[in-house]
Structures are given as structure tokens and as C-alpha cells.
């Protein structure tokens, strides 16, 4: 089993929907999540951390839940520039786990 | 401005060819890393160094080798490049290494393999 897991997509949807990933981690002891937003042939950026009480940064929200080992990620509203892979990262012991991603291409 | 680059951007080297990637980061922090990202796969944790302390990963070829001559530079070392070994190369800095730290990342050396 992957230490992280998450549906390859992609996902297509039109401008303004909202749409939802998931993501699993096998590493009950995980420390530290994220979301990463990587566009094609370029470095992985931060798009925001997860923390246990959730937390909102504009149009997207990320909720962790420790109980069953998933992190998610909610886009509101979605733009043409939100089109990009969404990678999810758990931190476990010192270092970080990537998940290979979910590519969301978002279409007029 | 970039705070971690990575030179050169596009690299193509002969199968069995040494070659040398680099690294070199502005912000002063502590810790490097290296990562292996082929197409639609997750970025793969290499090593990374934290100041001078080497951490190798346990699935990591002897055929990838590391150094950091400063804080401020490091450098992967391909020794005899195969087919499978193309892929874009990431190197990335946090400050600690600390549970909530980001990482830089730079823009990546995509590598090609003839």
C-alpha cells in the first residue's frame, strides 16, 4: 500500500464548479499535511497547509481527519488557472511523502 | 527572485555518462533536498542533507551521489546514467527540517538519457 494515496483524476470540470479532492495516508504517526499545486514541467508550490480544525485560504478549504487518515481538498468557484496537479503531502518522521497527484483541467 | 536555483533547466547526457546536476540556494537554510520526479509520479525523496550530515534514503541507487561543498550549494552526481534514470530533478530547502516547515523548491533539471 502507497504511503499516500490519491485518485490520479483528471478530474474536468467547468469554470465556476466546485469540486473536491481526497487523500489517504497509511502512517498513523503523520505529523504535518499539505496541499501542493504543481502546473505541467514546473516545481511543486505550496498551496496550503492542513490543520486538524480545518482552515479556509479564499476559494479552497482543506480539512484533515485523523480518525480515518484522510486529508481533503475543496475548490470553489474554479477558475482556468486553477487547472494544475494537486498534490497532497504528509509529513512523517523528517521527511516528506508526496502523493503522485490529481490533475484538475478546468474548461470555459 | 529565485531563492533556489537549479542549473542548468533542461540537461541531456549519454547513456553511462556521468553528469552532475546543481544547487544553490539564497535563504541560508539548513537542510537540501533532492527528489527524482518522473512523468505522472509522485516526487521520490533521494537524500538530503542537513547542514553537512548526509541522509541517504535506503531505495536510492548507489549510482546517485550527493555533495555539499557549503551551505549554500549542492550538488547530485549521476555516475553511470541509464534510460530510466530520466526524469526532472527537484532540489528543495526548508530552514530546520521542523514538522510544520515549508519546503523551496527550485525549478527542477528536467534530464534526458540517449
Known amino acids: 500500500r502507497k504511503e499516500v494515496e490519491q485518485d490520479p483524476g483528471p478530474f474536468n470540470v467547468p469554470e465556476g464548479a466546485t469540486v473536491a479532492f481526497n487523500c489517504t495516508y497509511s502512517?498513523?504517526?503523520?505529523?504535518?499535511f499539505f496541499w501542493y499545486r504543481q502546473d505541467c514541467r514546473k516545481e511543486p508550490k505550496l498551496l496550503m497547509s492542513?490543520?486538524?480544525s480545518g482552515n479556509e485560504d479564499g476559494r479552497f478549504t482543506a480539512q484533515l481527519n485523523r480518525a480515518s487518515q484522510y486529508i481533503s481538498l475543496l475548490i470553489r468557484d474554479s477558475k482556468l488557472s486553477d487547472s494544475a496537479t494537486y498534490l497532497c503531502?504528509?509529513?512523517?518522521?523528517?521527511?516528506?511523502?508526496f502523493g503522485t497527484g490529481t490533475r484538475l483541467q478546468v474548461f470555459p | 527572485d529565485a531563492m533556489v536555483i537549479q542549473n542548468p533547466r533542461y540537461q541531456v547526457t549519454q547513456f553511462g555518462k556521468p553528469v552532475t546536476l546543481s544547487c544553490s540556494q539564497t535563504?541560508?537554510?539548513?537542510?537540501m533536498y533532492w527528489y527524482q520526479q518522473k512523468s505522472s509520479q509522485a516526487p521520490k525523496l533521494l537524500f538530503h542533507?542537513?547542514?553537512?550530515?548526509?541522509?541517504n534514503e535506503a531505495d536510492t541507487p548507489d549510482n546517485f551521489q550527493s555533495r555539499r561543498p557549503n551551505t549554500s550549494f549542492c550538488f547530485l552526481d549521476i555516475r553511470s546514467p541509464g534510460l530510466g534514470d530520466a526524469a526532472m530533478y527537484l532540489c528543495?530547502?526548508?530552514?530546520?527540517?521542523?514538522?510544520?516547515?515549508?519546503?523551496?523548491f527550485g525549478s527542477g533539471t528536467q534530464l534526458s538519457v540517449l
Open positions: 528543495a530547502t526548508s530552514r530546520d527540517g521542523g514538522p510544520s516547515e515549508k519546503l523551496f
Open positions: 502512517n498513523s504517526a503523520s505529523q504535518s
Open positions: 492542513v490543520y486538524s
Open positions: 503531502v504528509v509529513k512523517s518522521t523528517d521527511k516528506l511523502i
Open positions: 535563504l541560508n537554510h539548513n537542510v
Open positions: 542533507y542537513y547542514d553537512k550530515d548526509f541522509n
